[in-house]
C-alpha cells in the first residue's frame, strides 16, 4: 500500500522541530480527517538554509511533511515556492488515492510559510497562496 520511502519518512522523519525566531512559519490543517501541518522556515540571503516542521496526523501526513521540508532545504526561495504536491509524490514514489490530501496540505504548508516570510520583508504574497480548500482556513472551504 505504501512504498518503501513513504514507510522511511513515516518511521524516520527528517527535519523534525520547531525553529527558534523562523523566518517564515505556516500551518495549515484539515478539518474532515485531523491533520495539522506546522512548517518553520530559517532564511538566509533568500536560501532556506533550515526548515522543521511538526505534524500531527496520519502516517502519510508525516511522510508528506518529512518529504516537502527535504525538497526545499538548501533550495532559494523562488525555487521553493515552485514545490507541489505532485512533487512530493513523485519523490516519495506514490501515495495511495485516499492520501494525496496529505500532500496538498504539505505544499500548503510551505507556501503559508514563505507568504509568512514574503509579508515580514514586505513583499506581495498573495499569488503564493493557491488554496485547494482542503485546510478548512479560508473562505474556500468546502465542505
Known sequence: M????????FANPHNVGE???ADGVGEVGNAKCGDIMK???????DIIVDVK???FGCGAAIATSSMAT??????SVNEAVKLTN???IEALDGLP????HCSVLAEEAVKAALADYYKKIGRDASDLMV??????????HHE
Open 19 to 21: 525553529i527558534e525566531n
Open 53 to 55: 516542521f511538526k505534524t
Open 70 to 75: 527535504e525538497l526545499i532545504k538548501g533550495k
Open 2 to 9: 505504501y512504498s518503501e520511502k513513504v514507510m522511511d519518512h
Open 39 to 45: 512548517i518553520y522556515l530559517k532564511i538566509k540571503d
Open 131 to 140: 488554496c485547494e480548500g482542503c485546510c478548512g482556513s479560508c473562505d474556500h
Open 97 to 100: 488515492a485516499p492520501k494525496i
Open 86 to 88: 505532485k512533487a512530493v
